[in-house]
């Protein structure tokens, strides 16, 4: 059993910023990508941003500049530092793990509960 837990979420004006992070914790010998996602009321669940286990990131599009992803491997735990914060950047924002026990050959993805973020304006 894997599990991901999220903090940092809350309520901030637009322009200000918040930081989340992920803890992975259980059976886990290793974690390659690791990442947030968001989800906004009605809409589909997108990609917000990824890392790599050797630190390779990308973000989307409508991040990039003010969005910071970074994780610490001794830790399994995930961060992402948002900054100039928008009200269109409001969701519940998932984090998730692509972990595999010792032993195993693939690996598994396991999400966290989610955390709301709300920006007002």
């Known amino acids: 059993q894997v599990q991901l837990v999220e903090s940092g979420g809350g309520l901030v004006q637009a322009g200000g910023s918040l930081s989340l992070s992920c803890l992975a914790s259980?059976?886990?010998?290793?974690?390659?990508?690791m990442g947030w996602y968001r989800q906004a009321p009605g809409k589909q669940r997108e990609l917000v941003a990824t890392?790599?286990?050797?630190?390779?990131?990308n973000y989307a599009d409508s991040v990039k500049g003010r969005f910071t992803i970074s994780r610490d491997n001794a830790n399994n735990t995930v961060y992402v530092q948002m900054n100039s914060l928008k009200p269109e950047d409001t969701a519940v924002y998932y984090c998730?793990?692509?972990?595999?026990?010792?032993?195993?050959?693939?690996?598994?993805?396991?999400w966290g509960q989610g955390t709301q973020v709300t920006v007002s304006s």
């Open positions: 259980g059976s886990i010998f290793s974690i390659n990508a």
């Open positions: 890392i790599t286990s050797g630190g390779n990131s």
């Open positions: 998730y793990a692509d972990h595999r026990p010792w032993g195993a050959s693939h690996y598994t993805r396991s």
